[in-house]
């Protein structure tokens, strides 16, 4: 019976361990992106062929990352910040459908 709980809790884990690079995958792009020539506004910065807004691109890897983190030490743990990151996985998710 133990080995099957320890079991469902790495596949939890896994699946939030992956929804993290997912929203990753999904947001970054809106950060910036690979532009040729001159920057067309003045907040951003070039980083090698990739011009991205600073502020963006730090807060999306801060938030995926935190919610991520969270997610995964309440599953670990087995306390509430598993259903912290959860909900913040969901409102994340909202947002970024509807915003």
């Known amino acids: ?3 099957d709980r320890k079991k469902v ?3 939890r884990v896994t699946g939030a361990l992956l929804l993290g690079v997912l929203l990753l995958a999904a947001l970054l792009p809106s950060t910036g992106g690979i532009i040729a020539g001159s920057a067309p506004n003045p907040e ?8 991205v ?3 963006a691109f730090f807060g999306v890897i801060a938030t995926i ?3 991520t ?3 995964v030490f309440g599953i670990l743990r087995r306390n509430n910040c598993e259903f912290i990151g959860w909900a913040l996985f ?3 998710v ?3 459908i509807f915003a």
Do not use: A, K
């Not at 951003?44 to 011009?51: K, N, T």
């Open 69 to 71: 983190t969270c997610t």
């Open 65 to 67: 990352t935190i919610l």
């Open 90 to 92: 969901g409102l994340v």
């Open 53 to 55: 807004f600073p502020s």
């Open 44 to 51: 951003m910065r070039r980083w090698g062929p990739f011009l």
């Open 9 to 11: 809790r790495w596949l």
């Open 94 to 96: 909202f947002v970024m």
């Open 1 to 3: 019976m133990g080995e």
